[in-house]
Nanobody
Framework: QVQLVESGGGLVQAGGSLRLSCALS????????MGWYRQAPGKQRELVAM???????DYSDSVKGRFTISRDNAKKTMYLQMNSLKPEETAAYYC?????????WGQGTQVIVSS
């Protein structure tokens, strides 16, 4: 059973940093596409950063240079380091993995960026 558990969200001032973690289990941790998404109130869920099937990291234009996706294969954990956060980035952040054509989501972790 594929499971994803996010942690690390919280309240931070604008310009601050947070590191999100996503613990993954229930599948063989290899070149599965996986990444981070976010959803602000009243808005659609959007991609923030991801590893493609080739293992290459990819970022939305809005976070390039500020956010870094990484992973620890031994710990089966994916991370999102977020620097220079902006108030408009207040959202629920979700991790996602695709396993054998199925898409799995965590429960989300809330990030609030105060101005």
């Amino acid at each position: 059973q594929v499971q994803l558990v996010e942690s690390g969200g919280g309240l931070v001032q604008a310009g601050g940093s947070l590191r999100l973690s996503c613990a993954l289990s229930g599948f063989i941790f290899s070149f599965n596409p996986m990444g981070w998404y976010r959803q602000a109130p009243g808005k659609q869920r959007e991609l923030v950063a991801m590893y493609t099937i080739t293992g290459r990291p990819d970022y939305s234009d809005s976070v390039k240079g500020r956010f870094t996706i990484s992973r620890d294969n031994a710990k089966k954990t994916m991370y999102l380091q977020m620097n220079s956060l902006k108030p408009e980035e207040t959202a629920a952040y979700y991790c996602n993995v695709q396993v054998m054509g199925e898409s799995y989501w965590g429960q989300g972790t809330q990030v609030i960026v105060s101005s």
